[in-house]
């Protein structure tokens, strides 16, 4: 059997990303309207400042205003709140993310039902997490997104496919489910307590892996011809002493297996980001009672 297909995120998140871009400049030019994403960034943790630093460049480059807001990490919660009653009021903002984790002491989930849901670019709000279940119009989640897009730019069969999900976090695997399962999937998720993962895996034609273990999913969990999806992202220390990233997934064993499969990096990580735009451009119109833009449009993931 030959070698799977590799799914390249790169170039499908670039092509997303270049269409909400397109998509900007005309509302702008036609509405005189420039969506605005606003990230909130609490205390000083190093990865953290780069991803806010990477999202602010990828807005400048799709055409989006960015607006960043750092508060010290003694901050409180009152004043996380304060802020984002503030951004939730700012008629240029149109997205709201507040970057995790936050502080020790700081709920989470307190600061992000604070958001207002049409501003809620992340997708985490309960609101947005109920419309997601019940199959209402609403701002998905963009790791899990991501991962439909890449399904689809792969020709994977969604209707009648079964589908195992291979972790049950709020942020990718319940959300990657509720999509898989509105693609009308037939879907399993897997998790710790589960049992026999490998005989549960082999009967998938699309496996998902977000468990957050190194190289776990092996060659023999899975079916023939399947196609892979790893979301995970794992830096592991090499017999030289360097650090790597791995997935999820064991890359070489599966790819003799899979039908097609996501790299580790290049796969669903570049996803993220863009469909991070796609949303807060899906934001800036829905707000105003505009139209999806069509090349960014509810039709790009077929729910």
């Known amino acids: 059997m030959a070698e799977a297909t590799i799914i390249d995120g790169k170039a499908i998140a670039t092509g997303l990303r270049e269409r909400v871009a397109t998509a900007a400049q005309e509302l702008r030019e036609t509405r005189g309207i420039q969506a605005g994403l606003a990230a909130v960034l609490v205390g000083d943790d190093p990865a953290s400042q780069v991803y806010v630093r990477s999202k602010a460049r990828a807005c400048a480059a799709a055409g989006l205003a960015s607006f960043q807001h750092r508060l010290p990490a003694d901050a409180g919660l009152a004043a996380i709140l304060d802020l984002i009653a503030k951004l939730n009021a700012d008629e240029r903002v149109d997205g709201i993310l507040v970057q995790l984790p936050l502080p020790s002491g700081i709920d989470p989930r307190e600061v992000i039902a604070a958001i207002d849901p049409e501003k809620d670019v992340d997708g985490f709000h309960p609101v947005n997490v109920g419309r997601l279940w019940s199959g209402d119009p609403g701002l998905v989640p963009c790791t899990p997104q991501g991962v439909l897009l890449l399904l689809q730019a792969a020709n994977t069969p969604l ?140 039709d790009v993931i077929k729910v």
Do not use: Y
Request: one cysteine or more.
């Open 159 to 298: 209707a009648g496919a079964e589908a195992v999900v291979l972790g049950r976090s709020a942020i990718v695997g319940r959300p990657v489910a509720a999509l898989l399962l509105a693609a009308d999937c037939t879907v399993t998720i897997v998790h710790s307590k589960s049992r026999d993962l490998a005989g549960i895996c082999r009967r998938a034609d699309i496996v998902v892996a977000a468990i957050g273990r190194p190289t776990m999913v092996k060659g023999d969990w899975l079916k023939p011809g399947a196609t892979v999806i790893d979301v995970g992202i794992n830096r592991i220390t090499g017999p030289q002493g360097g650090v790597r990233l791995v997935g999820d997934v064991d890359f070489a064993a599966a790819r003799r297996v899979a039908g097609a499969i996501t790299p580790v990096p290049g796969g669903v990580g570049p996803m993220t980001i863009a469909c991070l735009l796609r949303n807060t451009l899906l934001a800036a119109c829905r707000r105003r009672g505009l139209p999806d833009p069509a090349a960014v449009s509810a």
